[in-house]
């Protein structure tokens, strides 16, 4: 079976069409997110939900053109952000994203007015980007005086795919706002109250195994979290395994039968697990930090521009196996402490050794928390790596291996979210073709 899988990140929207059965990619086409809009506050992080919602429709019609034997349509999305549409799903202007910080200093305030049983079962770290606290921001003084609906980015595109007639989140999705009772698995209306959120339409929470709609004859499913569809879309076994995925910051999970776990986020996986987690990991930013260090010395002793990417490539041309006692602690990104070059000598504060410092530095971060994994799942065996640049690092593979004394597995492919829509596809294949017999 063929099937569109669509995954839309914060910088770039992907669309593929693959084949279920045996997971082979056919073609794969990125463009670039819309621009975030230029709003007054800077706090306000915000982009047209219209732009976004055209940009999708124009990739998987451009794929429906040159396959015309498409089963099914999968998407996964960034999380945490939300759309407010009226009742018919017109005046849509923004989508909040994760990244907006707007809530940041009403945090305490709003954290002791939710209760410490609504936080623990939100799902999700409580922070500045979750709906709950955006939502609360924007309107703590402008109460919603009318009915609005309340929509997941995702769950906004298959609502104007389907003209309508799907207003749907998955549980993943729904966990990701804030707004989410995990325990009871339904909406928890007492933080609805709390935020001013009483006239807001919230969206039919369905499983990964239910067809949101259709479009142009196709059923739609998924409208999955992206984390949930990269660690899905691994190739390794995941049974005594933690999930380390890298990007602009890292998160380790562990896939667990158990929903909840003091300290951890316990965010809603497939068939009844749970993805215990980790955020506030540091990752590729902590080493752009110190390219940027070495790109500016450079700029400086020889008048010329230097790209950040080929910093990189010669940093990593030659690393050296040891530091000469040169330690980086990205702890600041943490929140445990402060960043930090320690073991500076007459004759190692250079470049290539302050890079594989880094990386070390790195390792050593993960490495501590994962220990606290590991008092939940002592049989753990092997860290399934996922992500970009950074977890193709032979170095930083290594250095793992040895902090951790566990096997260290690197993913040979890209896209692992796009892989986890086609493995689930794969496992509905026959109710696909059911639902599209009976939508006829």
């Not at 316990?266 to 752009?288: A, I, M, S």
């Not at 006692?325 to 290539?352: A, H, M, S, W």
Request: hydrophobic letters at 40%; charged letters at 20%.
């Amino acid at each position: 079976m063929k099937l569109i899988a669509v995954d839309i990140g914060s910088t770039y929207a992907k669309c593929a069409v693959l084949q279920s059965h045996n997971g082979i990619m056919l073609e794969k086409q990125v463009r670039p997110m819309p621009e975030k809009l230029s709003l007054t506050e800077k706090e306000r992080f915000e982009l047209s939900p219209e732009e976004i919602f055209l940009l999708v429709k124009a990739m998987i019609d451009d794929c429906l053109e040159r396959h015309r034997d498409i089963q099914a349509i999968y998407l996964d999305t960034q999380m945490h952000g939300y759309i407010l549409s009226e009742m018919d799903g017109t005046g849509a202007e923004s989508y909040i994203s994760w990244q907006d910080t707007l809530a940041e200093p009403l945090l305490p305030e709003l954290a002791e007015r939710l209760g410490q049983t609504a936080l623990r079962c939100m799902g999700t770290r409580f922070k500045a980007g979750l709906a709950v606290c955006s939502f609360y921001a924007r309107h703590k003084k402008k109460p919603l005086l009318r009915n609005q609906l309340l929509h997941t980015l995702g769950g906004y595109i298959y609502y104007r795919l389907s003209d309508g007639r799907a207003h749907i989140c998955h549980e993943s999705m729904a966990a990701s706002l804030g707004l989410y009772d995990c325990a009871e698995h339904t909406w928890n209306k007492q933080t609805l109250q709390v935020i001013g959120g009483q006239k807001l339409i919230l969206p039919t929470v369905i499983s990964h195994t239910q067809a949101a709609g259709m479009y142009k004859g196709i059923p739609l499913y998924g409208d999955i979290g992206d984390h949930q569809a990269s660690v899905y879309g691994l190739e390794a076994e995941e049974a005594n395994s933690i999930v380390l995925t890298l990007g602009t910051a890292g998160i380790l999970c562990m896939p667990s039968t158990k929903s909840f776990y003091e300290g951890m986020e316990g965010r809603p996986f497939f068939h009844e697990k749970w993805l215990l987690t980790k955020t506030r990991q540091p990752g590729g930013r902590t080493l752009d930090l110190l390219i940027d260090f070495i790109r500016n010395c450079g700029e400086m002793s020889t008048g010329q521009t230097l790209s950040t990417q080929q910093i990189w490539q010669t940093l990593l041309e030659d690393l050296p196996e040891q530091t000469q006692g040169l330690q980086v602690k990205p702890d600041y990104f943490i929140g445990t402490g402060q960043g930090e070059i320690q073991g500076i000598g007459v004759n190692n504060f250079k470049p290539r050794l302050l890079f594989a410092a880094a990386i070390d530095g790195l390792a050593q971060a993960y490495a501590k928390t994962i220990e606290a994994f590991r008092k939940i799942e002592p049989g753990l065996q092997r860290i399934l790596l996922c992500g970009g640049q950074l977890a193709k690092l032979e170095r930083l593979q290594k250095a793992l291996e040895c902090c951790t004394g566990l096997q260290v597995v690197c993913s040979s492919k890209q896209d692992e979210a796009l892989y986890g829509l086609a493995k689930l596809a794969a496992e509905q294949e026959e109710k696909i073709f059911d639902y599209k017999e009976i939508s006829k």
